[in-house]
């Protein structure tokens, strides 16, 4: 009904930087908050970056001040710009979006299948 394809992980080396996409499609109607979480082995998944569709951001500390979210509404994707790469960033990459309104009126959370980055010289 709605997917959500990641794009553009990859190996990079230490202080390098990557950029990441989202494209959501399907039966859209809109799209409240997106975000990005990671998982690295043997860990929790946790919360990167979110957007509200306003535009407001909320970032992890370990990531303030070298990764940037941003979207375009219009084409319901979403964006995460990675600098200043560190290896522990190592981790597969989700997309999310918590609130999807469909062209039903249902609400419906996605995700994203991941996509792989790694950190490493």
């Known amino acids: 009904q709605v997917q959500l394809v990641e794009s553009g992980g990859g190996l990079v080396q230490p202080g390098g930087s990557l950029s990441l996409s989202c494209a959501a499609s399907?039966?859209?109607?809109?799209?409240?908050?997106m975000g990005w979480h990671r998982q690295a082995p043997g860990k929790q998944r946790e919360l990167v970056a979110a957007i509200t569709r306003g535009g407001r951001t909320n970032y992890a500390d370990s990531v303030k001040g070298r990764f940037t979210i941003s979207r375009d509404n219009a084409r319901n994707t979403v964006f995460l710009q990675m600098n200043s790469l560190k290896p522990e960033d190592t981790a597969v990459y989700y997309c999310n979006a918590p609130r999807v309104i469909t062209t039903a009126r249902s609400q419906i959370s996605a995700w994203g299948q991941g996509t792989q980055v790694t950190v490493s010289s």
């Open positions: 399907g039966s859209i109607f809109s799209i409240d908050d």
